[in-house]
Structures are given as structure tokens and as C-alpha cells.
């Protein structure tokens, strides 16, 4: 199929870009030039000494997105454990697995050329700076194995990410500053190199762990059962004022209470009313027009992750819903509602945060809202019609990888929610005014408003022919 | 009345179904058997418009399934676990499945009470979702679901496969009690000769998409069929 080896082509590229991303800003860092501030003044001196400093955030940092990110190996556990394997060897296999992860290589592929730049440039010991790397690695793996254990335990994900905002916040505002005693711990390890046996013991330990762990809760009833939570009816009355689309709204909200990856889908809709922040913080790279395309992210970043995903969120009873008494029109028009409820959200809580920085990123956020709303919620949904990605909602793990999600035609979608906007806005403001720039997409989107009904019916045309093979295609198992 | 005129099914030059014409009368409480492969599911599939048929068309009650969609407020169905919503609790899926058919609460709680011996206490006033029951109750939860609204026609795919003796015999009576009325069809398929020759009055058996036999029940229908069975 011509729509797999596009995605299969596109998560190569993908691949390939990240690594050489990762080799290029090992370089780069190396080099001590500052990546959002490339003016000589803002060079970093030491750039080993500023690696140590914050070496204790990068591994926080990256403990908590492998854990939303990374696929751990016990689901494959299962199926192995018929198979004439001596147990312990099923465990290492599936436990090594792990080891070629994106993430371990990755750092490994950012470390090496830092090393290599700093040794060139300064009077580094070579000798010292290998023990150094071999330490830093030894301590990437350990958050790796680390990360099989906490997906087991939840609430500790949560504590850990917690306290990295707290410490975050402390030095923030010059409580404490971290990077100190990050600085003498790290730096130690380059110094003192006898001290790498310290990693390296704590990783045996954490690797020998991890197979302990799976050796005795090998049973399907005991740590390759999946933890069932008690349920309780949940009937979410404030919905009753949406009428016919109430029965339908109860269900997703449901959906997002109790599938865990629904929950993090919408949460991390939500994380992106943030998104706009990185391009404020960086006007003077990307420039202004850019801030167009962070707003369009952040008051639409649930709409896009959540709907997204429609109806994808339905694939395991997606025949049920085409059997039933159910109109296409009303059970698109409730996802659609709930969308527009996601824009609502998201516009309310980032007007404030951006009016802080003026008038014009008020007015920008309130018109990327309008567009998100007329416009880009329709195509949305329409390009849910060609997703034809099964979604399991039990498991949270894989929310990133689904190559499936792909297509060229979600892609070709992008153009008109992104691009154009964007485009619009750089010709109009290039003419007038930034804010008549602003003011032609939200005008754009409140036209897009007034044609709900003639657009409704072309979403339901294109839902009604590729309904067979989205039927086929969610029956597949994976 | 259901009408099956010229319904062919065809992958990659395989046909799976080839039936020229199959007629199933209002009221009638009618059985499919057939081997694995028979076409079974793939026939009740076309009826529903869950598949895209190569030839021909599916009728019911005149509608034609493919270019309307005014079937779904009559017919209802359960042929396998993607008509349960896992992530509900069985009363939620219950009333959920009410409100598509215009039942009230108060309505789908009466109705419930009638299987109260089927459920045996398991399912309803429980603390799990659907996703969390045993199999056997996930397929009770959703047999009881189809019959939510009085449909008039019930498409069952093999109803009694993974249950336990007494909530077979339970489902029987069900089923037999059902297709009592005169308005209601009832198709069911099953690989067991025994349990579908109980709850049918005709009898149809697929063989690689073709109907070799279609028959009333008699008294020696289940040998008549065993017979067939065992001749291969």
C-alpha cells in the first residue's frame, strides 16, 4: 500500500533526523554557543562545566518522558511464556530489548560528539573524559531500567515530576540552585575517575532488579496482571443541556476519565496552551509570524491530540456505533462539540496567561481560537475519516509511535490548518498592521462558522464511503 | 421481511459468499450452521452494512441497507466483542444503548429485571467495566443489550459459544420466547447443531458461501444435519 511505505518513509526520516539532531547539538554544545542565542556574548565558557551543572535536569527530565513515551517489554512477556524458553532467558531477552531504545541511543549519540568538541577545544584529560562517559551512559541505562519498574507504579511518575517542577521553581527564583551540587557530583566522576565503579555497581544492581522482578511476578495472576480498578458509575448531568448530543458527550468523557490513554491524550491537549510560550521565548529566531503557528497550538492542542483521533477512539466498537440507531450527523456534531469545548478551554485559560505580555498576543490568541473553531475543527474531523488507526485504549504506550496516524492525506491537511493561517497572517501584516494581521484569521474562521451545515454534510459523505474500510481496517489486529 | 438478492462476497478472487437468493419471513426464528469459513458472520455482516457486498443487495423491510440508514431503528445486533463499549459498566451500556432506542431508564431497569437469573448477580450493582467482566458475561452484557427497545429483527452470531451450561439453557428459552412473537425475526448462527435446531423453526446451512440445505425444522432435522456433517 502506497500509504504504509509513505509512513514507513516518514518514520525513517524521522529517525534520521533526531539522530542527526542529536549529533549536531552535541556539536554544537560542545562548542559552548548557546542554540536560542548564537551571538558571541552569550557563549558559554566552560561548556563541561555547564554540561555538569544541568546534567542533574536532563536525567529528570528524561525519566519522566520515557515514562509517557517509552514501550516497556511486558506485554510481549505473554506470549513467550508458552513457548519452550527457560524463563529466565525470555526476561533477559525482553528486558535487553530496552537496551536499543531510542532514548539510550540517542544520548549516547549526543554525548559522543560533545565529548569529542570539548576535548578538542580545551584541556580536558582524555583519558578522565572517557571514564566520564562511560559513567553519564552507566546512569542513562539506570533511568531506562528504572522506567520498567515506575510503569508499574504510577503515583511515582507523578512525585517525581512534581518535585522536578518544584526544584525547577526553587532555582527560579533563587531559593536554591541545584546545578551546584549538580556540578560537584558530575564534575566528580571526570575527576576522581575510580568513582565510575559507583554507576556501574548501582546499574547492576537496578539491571539484576528488574529481571528479579519479573522472575517472581512471571504468573499471569500476579505482575503480568493488569491492575483493574474499581468502578463507579459516572453520569456527568451538567452534559444534559446539550440535548441530543448529551448521550454521546457522557461517553467521551467517560472515555477520558478511565482510559489511561485518553486521559493522557487530553492532558497533554491541555499541556499545549503552554506551547505558545517556547515561541515568545524565542521571537528572535523564529520571529514573529511563528508565534501565529504556537498560538494555533495552544488554544487548538486539544482539539488536534483528542479529535484528532476521532473516530479512531471508537475502533473497538466501531461496528456497535454503525449498527445502531445512530445518525452520522449527531454522533459527528458531538465530536465536534467536544472539540469546540477543547478550543473554549484552551482559549479561556491562555488569553490570560498571553494578555500578560500585551494586547497583541491577546488578540492573537482570541483570533487563532476563532480560526481553530471555524475552521480547523472541520478538517479534523474530516481527516479522521482516512485515520484508519486502531487505538488501544488500555494501553497508553505507543500514543506517539502509531505510524498508521500518518497519512498523506492527514498531511496534506496540515497545510490548510497551519500554513494557511500563517501565510495569511504574513501577507496581511506585512501590508498593514501585525493586528490586522491577527484580525484576518480570525476573521477567516468566524466565516468558516456560518458554513457548519453545507461542510457537515461533506464530512459525512467522505465518513459514509470509507466506512468499509475503516471497519476492516479497525478489525485488525495489531 | 429480510431479502438477500444475488449477495456475493469476493477477496482477491475468493469468493466467501454466493447466495442468489435467500428470503427470511417477519416473525420466522431462523438458524444458520455451517463450518468455520462457511460465511456465516460474512452473510449476518452484509445484512447489518458492516460489509461492502461485491454483487447484489440486502433488503430489509424494503430498505436497502447500503442507501439508508432507517434499518438501525428496528434491527439490532451482537456478533462479537466490538459491539461492547469497554470502558462503560454494564448499567451504562445498558442505558446508553436505551436512549439510542428511545427507552427511558426507568424503562431499560424493568427490562433488566427479566434476566436477573441470566446475570446470576454478576453483572449488574457490579464494581468493574465491561472491558474488566469474564468473557462469558461480556457476551451476556451484550446479547441483552441487542434485545434493549423492542427491535424487530435480532441478529445473534453465534450466542452460544463460551458460555456455561445454565446460561446456555437460559438463552434458549430467551430466544424461544422471542421469536414467540409474531413480529419478531430472529437470526442466529452457531457451529452447535444441537442448540440451533432448539431455538429455530428454519434451518439454513452454508457450506464455502453457498446454501446447500434450507429446511423447516422437523422432528429429524438434527439427523438430517448431523448426517450431512459427518459424511465428510
Known amino acids: 500500500m502506497g500509504g504504509s511505505l509513505f509512513a514507513k518513509i516518514f518514520a525513517w526520516i524521522g529517525i534520521v533526523y533526531f539522530t542527526l539532531m542529536a549529533i549536531g547539538i552535541g556539536f554544537i554544545h560542545g562548542t559552548g554557543i548557546s542554540l536560542l542565542n548564537p551571538d558571541a556574548d552569550n557563549k558559554i565558557e566552560f561548556p563541561f562545566e555547564w554540561i555538569n551543572e544541568n546534567l542533574i535536569y536532563a536525567f529528570a527530565y528524561w525519566i519522566v518522558l520515557r515514562y509517557i513515551l517509552q514501550k516497556i517489554?511486558?506485554?510481549?512477556?505473554?506470549?513467550?511464556?508458552?513457548?519452550?524458553?527457560?524463563?529466565?532467558?525470555?526476561?533477559?531477552?525482553?528486558?535487553?530489548?530496552t537496551n536499543f531504545s531510542t532514548f539510550n541511543l540517542m544520548s549516547i549519540f549526543y554525548l559522543v560528539p560533545f565529548s569529542l568538541t570539548v576535548y578538542s577545544m580545551g584541556d580536558l584529560d582524555s583519558n578522565k573524559l572517557i571514564f566520564w562517559n562511560v559513567s553519564i551512559i552507566a546512569i542513562v541505562y539506570i533511568t531506562n531500567y528504572l522506567n520498567i519498574i515506575l510503569n508499574k507504579r504510577d503515583s511515582l511518575v507523578f512525585i517525581f515530576a512534581g518535585v522536578l517542577?518544584?526544584?525547577?521553581?526553587?532555582?527560579?527564583?533563587?531559593?536554591?540552585?541545584?546545578?551546584?551540587?549538580?556540578?560537584?557530583?558530575?564534575?566528580?566522576?571526570?575527576?576522581?575517575?575510580?568513582?565510575?565503579?559507583?554507576?556501574?555497581?548501582?546499574?547492576?544492581?537496578?539491571?539484576?532488579?528488574?529481571?528479579?522482578?519479573?522472575?517472581?511476578?512471571?504468573?499471569?495472576?500476579?505482575?503480568?496482571?493488569?491492575?483493574?480498578?474499581?468502578?463507579?458509575?459516572?453520569?456527568?448531568?451538567?452534559?444534559?443541556?446539550?440535548?441530543?448530543?448529551?448521550?454521546?458527550?457522557?461517553?467521551?468523557?467517560?472515555?477520558?476519565?478511565?482510559?489511561?490513554?485518553?486521559r493522557n491524550t487530553a492532558l497533554m491537549g491541555i499541556g499545549f496552551v503552554l506551547y505558545g510560550l517556547i515561541f515568545l521565548w524565542a521571537q528572535d529566531i523564529y520571529g514573529e509570524t511563528m508565534l501565529i503557528f504556537g498560538y494555533l497550538f495552544s488554544t487548538g492542542g486539544f482539539?488536534?491530540?483528542?479529535?484528532?483521533?476521532?473516530?479512531?477512539?471508537?475502533?473497538?466498537?466501531?461496528?456497535?456505533?454503525?449498527?445502531?440507531?445512530?445518525?452520522?450527523i449527531d454522533y459527528l456534531k458531538s465530536k465536534w462539540y467536544l472539540g469546540c469545548l477543547g478550543i473554549g478551554i484552551a482559549t479561556l485559560l491562555a488569553s490570560p496567561i498571553y494578555a500578560y505580555f500585551g494586547l497583541f498576543h491577546f488578540?492573537?490568541?482570541?483570533?487563532?481560537?476563532?480560526?481553530?473553531?471555524?475552521?480547523?475543527?472541520?478538517?479534523?474531523?474530516?481527516?479522521?475519516?482516512?485515520?484508519?488507526?486502531?487505538?488501544?485504549?488500555?494501553?497508553?504506550?505507543?500514543?506517539?509511535?502509531?505510524?498508521?496516524?500518518f497519512n498523506s492525506k492527514t498531511l496534506l491537511l496540515t497545510i490548510p490548518q497551519m500554513v494557511v493561517p500563517v501565510v495569511v497572517y504574513l501577507v496581511v501584516s506585512k501590508f498593514f498592521t501585525p493586528m490586522t494581521g491577527c484580525f484576518a484569521i480570525g476573521i477567516l474562521g468566524a466565516v468558516g462558522v456560518f458554513f457548519r451545515k453545507p461542510v457537515f454534510k461533506l464530512i459525512i459523505q467522505t465518513y459514509k464511503t470509507e466506512k468499509y474500510s475503516t471497519l476492516s481496517a479497525y478489525k485488525e489486529t495489531n | 421481511m429480510i431479502k438477500f438478492n444475488n449477495i456475493s462476497k469476493t477477496y482477491s478472487k475468493q469468493t466467501v459468499l454466493d447466495v442468489e437468493s435467500l428470503e427470511i419471513q417477519p416473525g420466522q426464528a431462523f438458524g444458520l450452521v455451517g463450518n468455520n469459513g462457511a460465511g456465516k458472520t460474512t452473510l449476518f455482516s452484509t445484512l447489518l452494512d458492516l460489509i461492502k457486498p461485491s454483487t447484489g443487495e440486502v433488503l430489509n423491510n424494503d430498505i436497502n441497507v447500503r442507501t439508508s440508514e432507517d434499518w438501525k431503528s428496528f434491527t439490532s445486533a451482537f456478533l462479537d466483542e466490538s459491539f461492547l463499549i469497554g470502558y462503560l459498566m454494564p448499567?451504562?451500556?445498558?442505558?446508553?444503548?436505551?436512549?439510542?432506542?428511545?427507552?427511558?431508564?426507568?424503562?431499560?431497569?424493568?427490562?433488566?429485571?427479566?434476566?436477573?437469573?441470566?446475570?446470576?448477580?454478576?453483572?449488574?450493582?457490579?464494581?468493574?467495566?465491561?472491558?474488566?467482566?469474564?468473557?462469558?458475561?461480556?457476551?451476556?452484557?451484550?446479547?441483552?443489550?441487542?434485545?434493549?427497545?423492542?427491535?424487530?429483527?435480532?441478529?445473534?452470531?453465534?450466542?452460544?459459544?463460551?458460555?456455561?451450561?445454565?446460561?446456555?439453557?437460559?438463552?434458549?428459552?430467551?430466544?424461544?420466547?422471542?421469536?414467540?412473537?409474531?413480529?419478531?425475526?430472529?437470526?442466529?448462527?452457531s457451529h452447535d447443531l444441537q442448540d440451533v435446531t432448539e431455538v429455530s423453526d428454519r434451518i439454513v446451512l452454508l457450506e464455502k458461501g453457498l446454501i446447500i440445505k434450507d429446511i423447516k425444522k422437523t422432528t429429524k432435522t438434527l439427523k438430517d444435519l448431523e448426517s450431512y456433517f459427518t459424511k465428510e
Not at chain 1, 456505533?321 to 445518525?327: E, G, L, P, S
Open chain 1, 73 to 97: 517489554p511486558i506485554v510481549n512477556i505473554r506470549q513467550l511464556l508458552l513457548t519452550p524458553m527457560k524463563k529466565s532467558k525470555v526476561i533477559r531477552f525482553a528486558v535487553n530489548r
Open chain 1, 165 to 262: 517542577i518544584l526544584f525547577r521553581a526553587l532555582e527560579y527564583w533563587d531559593f536554591l540552585d541545584f546545578t551546584v551540587y549538580s556540578k560537584i557530583i558530575f564534575t566528580s566522576f571526570y575527576n576522581q575517575p575510580i568513582l565510575v565503579l559507583i554507576p556501574i555497581g548501582l546499574l547492576a544492581y537496578t539491571y539484576y532488579s528488574v529481571i528479579r522482578y519479573f522472575r517472581f511476578g512471571l504468573y499471569i495472576d500476579t505482575g503480568l496482571q493488569v491492575k483493574v480498578a474499581e468502578a463507579r458509575q459516572d453520569d456527568f448531568k451538567f452534559l444534559n443541556r446539550f440535548g441530543d448530543m448529551a448521550k454521546f458527550l457522557r461517553n467521551d468523557f467517560r472515555l477520558i476519565k478511565r482510559s489511561k490513554r485518553a
Open chain 1, 303 to 328: 482539539m488536534f491530540t483528542f479529535c484528532g483521533l476521532v473516530p479512531s477512539w471508537d475502533s473497538q466498537h466501531y461496528s456497535f456505533m454503525m449498527c445502531q440507531n445512530i445518525k452520522y
Open chain 1, 363 to 405: 488578540v492573537a490568541i482570541i483570533c487563532c481560537g476563532v480560526y481553530n473553531l471555524g475552521l480547523n475543527s472541520y478538517l479534523t474531523l474530516w481527516a479522521g475519516a482516512f485515520t484508519k488507526s486502531k487505538v488501544d485504549l488500555d494501553s497508553m504506550k505507543n500514543a506517539m509511535g502509531d505510524s498508521k496516524a
Open chain 2, 91 to 189: 448499567e451504562e451500556y445498558f442505558y446508553f444503548v436505551g436512549e439510542l432506542r428511545n427507552f427511558s431508564k426507568k424503562q431499560v431497569d424493568d427490562f433488566l429485571t427479566d434476566f436477573e437469573d441470566l446475570f446470576n448477580n454478576e453483572i449488574l450493582g457490579g464494581k468493574k467495566y465491561i472491558r474488566d467482566l469474564s468473557k462469558g458475561n461480556q457476551k451476556k452484557v451484550g446479547i441483552v443489550a441487542a434485545l434493549i427497545g423492542d427491535p424487530k429483527v435480532i441478529v445473534l452470531d453465534e450466542p452460544f459459544a463460551n458460555l456455561d451450561p445454565t446460561t446456555q439453557i437460559r438463552l434458549k428459552k430467551i430466544i424461544k420466547n422471542l421469536s414467540k412473537k409474531e413480529d419478531v425475526t430472529v437470526l442466529v448462527s
